[in-house]
């Protein structure tokens, strides 16, 4: 099926229009029109080649939004007309350990993500997957997620990527009523950490360089911020914190929050500076602190934390963009001017 798409043919190239050819559904599989794309901050690095591993041309976008135009013949939770939701990876091994339990994003094997990825199925242009910046998608049934209609569908976007990253190691290290909790960074991945770990039952505790993104802390769930500049307020704050979730993507001092860690406390990393952070042995040492990270969740942990958000209320604060402004937003991204995410409206790249 042809199908237009925005790519980087190249580290340095803008993205672009780029025609490209999806394939035709197979039994399995889920036809779907992209309606809305969230920016996701890895899809600047992957086009960039940050992480030395892009293939070229890529097409980004793994924070996927639709409706299913068609459905194979064994397709049984999905028909046309449906809403539907795709997200960081459309198929794995699905017989490895981690497969086996539920955690396909822990493959042991081949967890093939959305996009700049080997493609397992033939026919495709270049061999590789191709992500959300384009018209239509087809995704195996078992790697499609069930979509509400109580969400605003273009908010609802990064939830398959920005809200599961916080939310699964929110629920895996069990934070819930009478958790103290500290959240690095409001950016994509923080505001979502606010949001879940208020909606979870924790006192939460926003740290961020920014002094006037108190009030929005707050607005989101935050019960207290503190400017972690301040030495005083870091301070106070010593070994006060059951679990630190740490979004930042810059390099930043692990040890200074690792300080904030009560006696067994986690601190758990889920954003991905791009150098690697130094960490002192005594800062794990002295309270027997766990320094840990976490990745996205599985189709079922993702598909709990859709229909969780649906039930509450939950969804991303969001700038809507056309496509054609995409190279604008990746520059504001280097700057961290989004609150809080960028979603394409994919009605631009038909326009």
């Known amino acids: 099926m042809p199908t237009k798409a925005y790519a980087a043919e190249?580290?340095?190239?803008?993205?672009?229009?780029?025609?490209?050819?999806?394939?035709?559904?197979?039994?399995?599989?889920?036809?779907?029109?992209?309606?809305?794309?969230?920016v996701c901050h890895s899809d600047l690095h992957q086009a960039r080649n940050d992480w030395k591993g892009s293939t070229y041309p890529i097409v980004p976008g793994h924070e996927i939004v639709g409706r299913v135009t068609a459905v194979g013949a064994s397709v049984?939770?999905?028909?046309?007309?449906?809403?539907?939701?795709?997200?960081?990876?459309?198929?794995?091994?699905?017989t490895c350990a981690s497969c086996a339990r539920?955690?396909?994003?822990?493959?042991?094997k081949t967890c093939t993500q959305t996009y700049n990825s080997p493609d397992p199925h033939p026919g495709v242009t270049g061999g590789m997957t191709y992500g959300g910046y384009s018209e239509r998608v087809v995704v195996d049934e078992a790697f499609t997620l069930r979509l509400s209609d109580k969400i605003d569908l273009a908010s609802a976007a990064p939830l398959v990527c920005a809200g599961i990253t916080t939310y699964s190691p929110l629920r895996h290290w069990k934070v819930g009523p009478g958790s103290k909790v500290g959240v690095v960074g409001l950016g994509g991945l923080g505001h979502m950490a606010v949001k879940f770990a208020h909606a979870f039952g924790a006192h939460v505790t926003l740290f961020t360089t920014t002094a006037g993104k108190a009030d929005d802390g707050k607005r989101l769930g935050a019960d207290a911020v503190i400017v972690s500049k301040d030495p005083a307020a870091m301070a106070r704050c010593a070994a006060s914190l059951d679990f630190v979730l740490d979004t930042v993507s810059a390099d930043h001092d692990i040890n200074a929050y690792l300080a904030l860690l009560k006696l067994d406390g986690t601190l758990v990393l889920v954003g991905a500076p791009e150098n690697p952070l130094p960490v002192a042995a005594f800062s794990l040492f002295t309270g027997r602190r766990s320094f840990a990270g976490s990745g996205i969740g599985g189709v079922a942990e993702t598909q709990e934390m859709l229909d969780f958000c649906a039930e509450k209320g939950i969804a991303c604060d969001i700038e809507l963009i056309r496509i054609d402004q995409i190279n604008e937003a990746y520059e504001r991204l280097l700057k961290n001017d989004v609150r809080y995410r960028f979603v394409i409206d994919m009605a631009s790249l038909k326009s």
């Open 76 to 94: 049984t939770k999905f028909k046309a007309g449906d809403l539907a939701a795709v997200g960081c990876m459309v198929d794995s091994c699905r």
């Open 10 to 38: 190249s580290a340095t190239s803008p993205l672009a229009p780029f025609p490209i050819e999806r394939r035709a559904p197979r039994p399995s599989d889920v036809a779907i029109d992209i309606l809305f794309c969230g």
């Open 102 to 108: 539920g955690l396909e994003q822990y493959c042991e």
